[in-house]
């Protein structure tokens, strides 16, 4: 079609349409900030791992992660060192970044985009969005799309069990668990679960034993990156009028898997079902 | 005769019966108060039929007829909570009470000597960075503490005479180890910096019997140590001229006293962490109901510093529903207002 007396007008048209296609969406970030290390893991997940200019600490997943430049931790950004950097984008996490921090980060101007995934859908939504702004929509949906259906998967097998007594015992001293309006409640619940202390207002309430021994939980989850889950468990030894440690139903689970908003959350979810769900035999078991 | 009795008791003696009375009631009413209700009725059951004195919890006597899991929460949980609030009142109350007096110093108290910071710092270095190496936390503190005192003392100088020198290097030694502990809880991870700062903000849901052991022994020893010098305490807050003239050998009750406030601090801050406003403020109220000599005040302290902590640690673990507060806040908090009505009220009688 193309004869030799119309390649100019053709080379037009190809710039053209070239010009049409970028204006039409938006410019992907080449040069990102991620301030959590779920967000590094989800930018890695999408490919995307190696526009990642700066991060803070605790970001250690995957292995390339660990070589990105710090510019923080949990106690504080440094926003000089961000400003020097020309960062495209800036993912930061509402909740874990400092709050002045962020608003600093804000006031001069950069591109920021909030993460604060609260269930496992609002993870894939965030998988979504930041695809959009990152210009990989593609690997965004597939990898969308593939988790919705693990995670449709494993809710509906628990959705119809009976509701199991859990208690997530974030940290041994003082007694630290998780409230109602959290990620790992929702994940509880998920799996058929019910969080003994979904009533408390703080999201990571201290709590008393007695309040523990009082709610009598069926299963005990201990995240294992606070170490030494043996010295913890014996922490309950004394109480075997707990359902849960008179049926040693007490469990160590990867605190990463569980802790953080990212794909990794789903095979987290799977092995906290497992664990609830093995409660739940030991209960029925019995009777 | 009987006037004769009444004669001999005096308002003194009055004041004493009607604080232990207060001291009983708390302790009653904060053993009945939880998460799980058990009725004041119920406690005293507990008290008369069920405690045997061999095994607390295992085992039901004759005749008691409560849930063995109450039995156990009493047993294991409240007893040795209330217990080491009783402690940690009593101990921060009277070493308060004696560096006011050997200083002469209104402000005084084991937070102005920068003993509880130094016991705060080596505690904290113990639990972020030698956990691991099995060292105990006690330990760590007793050492911060000691450490505190010799730096106070060697900022001092040769002037240990002056008071005003000796509380100048407490303030300084105070902020100085205040420092270095931040610096500890700024390079420690998420979790171990939220246990650190939970600690340091003071908490008795660790309480176990084993634990109530040592400052139980270290408290007696000191106050019977004050006891025993209560007369010379005394000479001594009239100013160092009058102690020396009656005898008194002034620089080295001043240093020993100190020492023995410092054990005691480091040993409470070990097991519960730093608690303000107590060592300040108890004395300063016994004060007011009984005048400014040092045997008198010594019997108060213990009293009501014991029953203000149980107080305290009730409002702690209640005023949440489903969570605990740290005894550091409510300290402060409920404290300082107390106080400020206190101080008020006074103001208006003169």
């Known amino acids: ?287 | 005769m009987s006037s004769a009795i009444v004669s001999v008791i005096n308002p003194y003696h009055w004041k004493l019966v009607a604080a232990l009375f207060f001291l009983i009631f708390s302790f009653l009413f904060a053993l009945s108060a939880g998460d799980v209700d058990i009725s004041m009725t119920q406690i005293f059951h507990y008290l008369s039929h069920c405690v045997s004195l061999q095994d607390g919890a295992t085992s039901s006597p004759m005749g008691c007829e409560m849930a063995p899991l109450y039995q156990k929460i009493i047993w294991q949980i409240r007893l040795p909570r209330l217990f080491l609030a009783l402690l940690t009142g009593i101990g921060l109350s009277i070493c308060g009470l004696i560096l006011q007096a050997i200083t002469r110093n209104p402000l005084a108290d084991p937070y102005l000597f920068g003993i509880s910071s130094g016991a705060s710092l080596g505690a904290v270095l113990v639990m972020a960075f030698l956990a691991s190496a099995g060292l105990s936390i006690t330990l760590g503190a007793l050492v911060g503490g000691a450490f505190s005192v010799f730096l106070m003392l060697i900022l001092a100088g040769r002037s240990m005479l002056l008071v005003e020198r000796l509380v100048l290097s407490g303030v300084a030694v105070s902020f100085m180890l205040g420092a270095f502990t931040s610096l500890v809880l700024y390079f420690s991870t998420p979790e171990v910096a939220s246990s650190l700062l939970f600690w340091m903000m003071g908490s008795f849901s660790n309480a176990t019997w084993q634990a109530l052991s040592l400052p139980a022994l270290v408290i007696l020893i000191g106050f019977c140590i004050f006891f025993i010098y209560r007369h010379w305490i005394n000479a001594l807050q009239a100013g160092d001229d009058t102690a020396i003239s009656l005898g008194i050998p002034v620089d080295t009750l001043r240093l020993s006293m100190l020492l023995v406030c410092s054990a005691i601090t480091a040993v409470l801050v070990a097991k519960v962490g730093g608690i303000g406003f107590v060592g300040l403020m108890i004395p300063h109220i016994c004060r007011m109901l009984v005048g400014s000599q040092v045997n008198k005040l010594l019997l108060m302290c213990v009293l009501l510093g014991a029953a203000f902590m149980l107080w305290v640690d009730l409002i702690s673990r209640s005023l949440l529903a489903q969570q605990v507060l740290p005894i550091g806040i409510v300290t402060s908090a409920v404290g300082s207002l107390f106080f400020f009505i206190i101080l008020k009220t006074k103001r208006l009688r003169r």
């Open chain 1, 1 to 287: 079609m193309f004869h030799y007396k119309n390649k100019p007008y053709g080379l037009l048209f190809l710039a053209l349409v070239y010009c049409f296609n970028v204006s039409a969406k938006e410019p992907s970030a080449q040069r990102i900030i991620a301030l959590s290390p779920h967000s590094v893991e989800i930018l890695f997940a999408l490919g995307v791992g190696d526009r990642i200019v700066a991060t803070l600490e605790y970001a250690d997943y995957p292995q390339a992660a660990k070589k990105i430049p710090r510019v923080g931790n949990f106690s504080g950004i440094k926003i000089e060192k961000i400003l020097a950097l020309k960062p495209d984008l800036v993912i930061a996490w509402k909740g874990g970044n400092k709050a002045s921090d962020l608003e600093k980060i804000e006031s001069l101007g950069m591109n920021l985009f909030y993460s604060h995934p609260k269930n496992v859908n609002q993870v894939i939504e965030e998988i979504l969005a930041l695809g959009r702004l990152t210009g990989t929509q593609n690997v965004a949906r597939n990898l969308a799309k593939k988790l919705s259906k693990q995670y449709r998967t494993i809710k509906n097998s628990y959705s119809d069990k009976s509701k199991i007594k859990v208690f997530y015992q974030l940290w041994h001293k003082p007694l630290r668990t998780i409230g109602g309006d959290n990620w790992l409640n929702s994940l509880i619940s998920d799996c058929g679960g019910k969080n003994i202390f979904e009533k408390a207002k703080a999201p990571y309430p201290a709590v008393s034993f007695e309040s523990v021994v009082m709610a009598m939980p069926e299963v005990i989850i201990i995240p294992d990156n606070s170490k030494n889950f043996t010295h913890k468990a014996k922490l309950w030894s004394a109480w075997p009028e707990i359902t849960a440690v008179n049926k040693d139903q007490i469990f160590s689970l990867d605190g990463d898997l569980l802790q953080r908003f990212t794909p990794r959350a789903i095979e987290g979810l799977r092995q906290l079902c497992k664990s609830i769900d093995q409660a739940r035999d030991s209960l029925t078991n019995r009777q």
